[in-house]
C-alpha cells in the first residue's frame, strides 16, 4: 500500500492564453479542456495531467499522487489519520474535475496541497501531441518529476518516506540540502531542495525520442525563451534535458534517456559529483555559486566521469564498432 505514480499537478496562472500556446505549439502537450478560467493538458492514454486555473501566477496548487485501488486509498487514509494528519475527503464534484474516481486531500509539513486518489479516467481518443513529437514517456511511471524547494527538509521527508511510502533514491548533502525520491520505477518522481523558502522550482517532461527534446531546444531559441538551464546531463538519473522558463516563471526540465530503478532493491547513496556530469549551466545563480558547479565539472571531466545512456526499444540502433 502506497503510491505507485506522481499523477497530476495543478497550477494558478495569470497567463491561461500564453501556456494554451507554450504548453500545445513548445511542449507538444495536447489541450484537453478550455474554459474562460481554466485550462487542462493531456500528454498520454489518460483524459487530463495538468490543470492550471486563473490565479496567482505560477504557483502549485495541487499535486495528485494515484494508489492502486480504493481499498489501497483507504488504507493511506487510515494510515495519515493515526499520524495525525487532517485529511479531507474530495466531493464526487473534485474528482469530476480531477478526472479520477476518488480523492482525499491534505497539506504536506511544508504547506503543499497533497492529493491521493486511484482510478484516473482513460481518455476515448489516442493522445494527439500539439506539436509534431513521438510522445512522452510517461504512462505508469507517472508525468516525469517535480521539484520543489522548502524550508527544512527534515520537517517534510518523512511526510513522504514513512506515510506515503516514498523510496529515497539518493541525495545531496552539500553544499546545499537535496533529497530525491521514487515511487516507481522512474528515478526519481519527487526532489525536495533546502533553500530557505517554500516554491516551485521545476516540473521534469521525458520524451521518447531524443531528437524531439533538440527540436525543442531550437525551437526555445526561435521564440526567444529563457533556457534557464542550459543542455547537460544529469548525473543521478541521467537526463539529458534542458530546462525552460515558463509563462510563469517556474521552469520545465525537458530531457530524454533517464534512468528507470528497481525499487525492490535500490540502495540510498549520496550524490558527489555535483548535480550534472556535464553541462547544465544555470544562468540564475550567483557567481560564487557557479563557481562551485564549474569545479565540478572540471573534475568529472578530468575523472572522465561518464554513465551508459538508456535507450527504449525504437528510438535506437545497436551499431557495430567496426
Ligand atoms: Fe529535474
Same mark, same amino acid.
Given at each position: 500500500m502506497s503510491v505507485i505514480s506522481l499523477g497530476y499537478v495543478g497550477v494558478s496562472t495569470g497567463r491561461l492564453d500564453e501556456w494554451a500556446d507554450f504548453g500545445t505549439a513548445f511542449l507538444g502537450l495536447q489541450i484537453a479542456d478550455r474554459s474562460a478560467r481554466t485550462l487542462s493538458f493531456r500528454m498520454d492514454d489518460l483524459s487530463q495531467r495538468f490543470q492550471f486555473e486563473d490565479g496567482a501566477d505560477g504557483v502549485i496548487q495541487q499535486i495528485g499522487w494515484e494508489v492502486e485501488s480504493a481499498a489501497a486509498l483507504q488504507a493511506m487514509a487510515a494510515r495519515l489519520?493515526?499520524?495525525?494528519?487532517?485529511?479531507?475527503?474530495?466531493?464526487?464534484?473534485?474528482?469530476?474535475? #480531477? #478526472?479520477?474516481?476518488?480523492?482525499?486531500?491534505?497539506?504536506?509539513?511544508?504547506? *503543499?496541497?497533497?492529493? =491521493? %486518489?486511484?482510478?484516473?479516467?482513460?481518455?476515448?481518443?489516442?493522445f494527439?501531441?500539439?506539436?509534431?513529437?513521438?510522445?512522452?514517456?510517461?504512462?505508469?511511471l507517472g508525468i516525469g518529476h517535480v521539484v520543489l524547494t522548502c524550508?527544512?527538509?527534515?520537517?517534510?521527508?518523512?511526510? %513522504?518516506?514513512?506515510?506515503?511510502?516514498f523510496g529515497v533514491s539518493d541525495y545531496v548533502l552539500a553544499p546545499f540540502k537535496a533529497y530525491f525520491l521514487h515511487v *516507481?520505477?522512474? !528515478?526519481h518522481s519527487l526532489a525536495l531542495i533546502e533553500n530557505g523558502r517554500r516554491g516551485f522550482h521545476h516540473l521534469m517532461l521525458?520524451?521518447?525520442?531524443? @531528437? @524531439?527534446?533538440?527540436?525543442?531546444?531550437?525551437?526555445?531559441? =526561435?521564440?526567444?525563451?529563457?533556457?534557464?538551464?542550459?543542455?547537460?546531463? !544529469?548525473?543521478? @538519473? !541521467?537526463?539529458?534535458?534542458? %530546462?525552460?522558463?515558463?509563462?510563469? @516563471?517556474?521552469?520545465?526540465e525537458y530531457g530524454w534517456g533517464g534512468l528507470t530503478i528497481d525499487p525492490a532493491t535500490w540502495q540510498a547513496v549520496e550524490l558527489t559529483d555535483g548535480p550534472s556530469i556535464w553541462g547544465h549551466n544555470r544562468s540564475w545563480l550567483s557567481?560564487?555559486?557557479?563557481?562551485?558547479?564549474?569545479?565540478?565539472?572540471?573534475?568529472?571531466?578530468?575523472?572522465?566521469?561518464?554513465?551508459?545512456? !538508456?535507450? =527504449?526499444?525504437? *528510438?535506437?540502433?545497436?551499431?557495430?564498432?567496426r
Open positions: 489519520e493515526a499520524a495525525g494528519v487532517r485529511i479531507q475527503r474530495g466531493s464526487a464534484a473534485l474528482a469530476g474535475q #480531477r #478526472r479520477v474516481r476518488e480523492l482525499i486531500w491534505m497539506h504536506d509539513p511544508a504547506g *503543499n496541497r497533497v492529493e =491521493l %486518489y486511484w482510478g484516473p479516467e482513460k481518455a476515448d481518443s489516442p494527439a501531441p500539439g506539436r509534431n513529437i513521438a510522445g512522452f514517456r510517461a504512462g505508469p524550508e527544512n527538509i527534515a520537517s517534510v521527508l518523512p511526510f %513522504y518516506t514513512e506515510l506515503l511510502g *516507481n520505477p522512474r !528515478h521525458e520524451l521518447m525520442q531524443f @531528437d @524531439d527534446v533538440g527540436h525543442a531546444h531550437d525551437l526555445a531559441q =526561435l521564440r526567444k525563451a529563457d533556457i534557464a538551464v542550459t543542455l547537460g546531463r !544529469h548525473s543521478n @538519473d !541521467h537526463m539529458t534535458s534542458f %530546462y525552460v522558463r515558463t509563462p510563469s @516563471d517556474f521552469m520545465i557567481e560564487e555559486a557557479n563557481a562551485v558547479l564549474r569545479a565540478q565539472l572540471q573534475d568529472n571531466a578530468d575523472r572522465g566521469l561518464r554513465q551508459p545512456v !538508456h535507450v =527504449l526499444p525504437g *528510438n535506437h540502433d545497436v551499431v557495430s564498432d
